[in-house]
């Protein structure tokens, strides 16, 4: 049973999607006005790894990631750079998608661009405005957060804070001063803006992910996650918009991943003590490393970035693929004297146990290690037969569909095929049965099949 700490509630709880086998899950994308630092790769990554995850245990999954492409940040800096702001984020949003490709992270299944969305976002507006959720000052529009009196339940405000009709024009603001916040921001002098039914201005960016969320979603769905600044005010925010409209509960699981810290200090933009996955690139470092790195803390637990850190998980990285060609290049024997394959099934449950426990990567690999660690010994000892070695790579495999940091094997080239069937032919002349069914499984792991003809052996690639 996968169970997730919910952050709404402040528990573990067993997952129990609302559709039966079904997952909707929504995560907050990025602010396309720079180059994502790591810090955000983090959060990008634990959504992978939770992605993966699902997707591994038979759950059908439609995850949408918004790109926010509007806000305060996107317009200030495209102003800075003389570009319109669909010029400016449209070079973001592509080294976005090229960034999260190098680090290996699937894709979701939909990308909403906030401005495409600009319509949807006005329908709520009006809603709230109706309702009386909503009220118009100088021509812009602000949620009122005492007509909605659970808010505050995400992020644990005291109610008595809440002050009525103390407003926030900017989309970010501290935790100890909850105000009303803009939902639709007035048209200003050198801004972008549309000409709306509510009159020319500009989301706010806690409207964005509503309008996106529900509309790809639904009204109620599953998993909405981000990094823990996101709690506050963003998705405090967003149930509070979202459960105004609609009268149901928005979200049935809130998972946030704690931060990426540089010396004691969250990394963001604007403390400057960041490193983008180009700069550590430039710098000769595996994107794999950074990826085994990143996952490889839990997400609920914070994590300091320091360069000993990546060594360490290239070096990690660098013990499971030689473990992996080790059992690849070994020549397998008959019969040893102990049996491998209970300890290779443990090694499994151990696994999904960690991984259905909250998503505790550091002890899904910390199973993985173990095994790394009895099979080398066995090894060593009197080798490992061929069922073993089939299911330790049926291990790895599963392994890597949800952590994603193995590389497969190169493919090899026609000319090494074709050398390994002439050694394949001399193996079966002299009758040496064994070697030549060891070419073709080897053959057959790097996805070549072997084909015996009258002509002569044939291959083909899977
Ligand atoms: P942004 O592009 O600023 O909207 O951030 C994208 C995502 O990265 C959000 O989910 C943030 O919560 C998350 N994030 C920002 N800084 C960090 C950090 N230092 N560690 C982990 N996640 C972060
Ligand atoms: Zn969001």
Known sequence: MIKFLNTLTHRIEDFHPITQGEVRMYTCGPTVYSYAHIGNFRTFLFEDLLRRFLKFSGLRLTQVMNITDVDDKTIR??????????DFTEKYTEAFFSDIATLGAERAEIYPRATDHIDEMVTLIKKLLESGHAYEKDSSIYYRIKSFPSYGRLSGINPDDLQDGISSDVDEYEKESPKDFALWKTAKEGEPFWETEIGPGRPGWHIECSAMSMKYLGESFDIHTGGVDNIFPHHENEIAQSEAVAGKPFVKYWLHCQHLIVEGEKMSKSKGNFFTLRDLLADGVDPMAIRYLLLSVHYRQMMNFTRNGLEGAASSLRRLTDFLRSIRD?????K????????????RRRFIDAMESDLNSSGA?????????DVNT?????????????????LFSDFNRVFGVLVPPKTVDDQDILQLIEERKGARARRDWKRADEI???????????????????????
Do not use: C, H, W
């Open 77 to 86: 800096d495209s102003k800075a750079a003389g570009q319109s702001l669909r």
């Open 330 to 334: 070994t020549t397998f024997v008959e």
């Open 336 to 347: 040893n004297t102990g049996d491998l394959s209970p300890v290779i099934k443990e090694a």
């Open 365 to 373: 690999l910390g199973a993985i290690f173990e095994l790394v660690r």
């Open 378 to 394: 066995a090894l060593q000892r009197d080798g490992v037969t061929r069922v073993e070695a089939a299911q330790i790579e049926s």
């Open 440 to 462: 073709r499984e080897k053959l057959q792991r790097l996805g070549i099949i072997l084909e015996d003809a009258a002509k002569g052996t044939r291959f083909k690639r899977v």
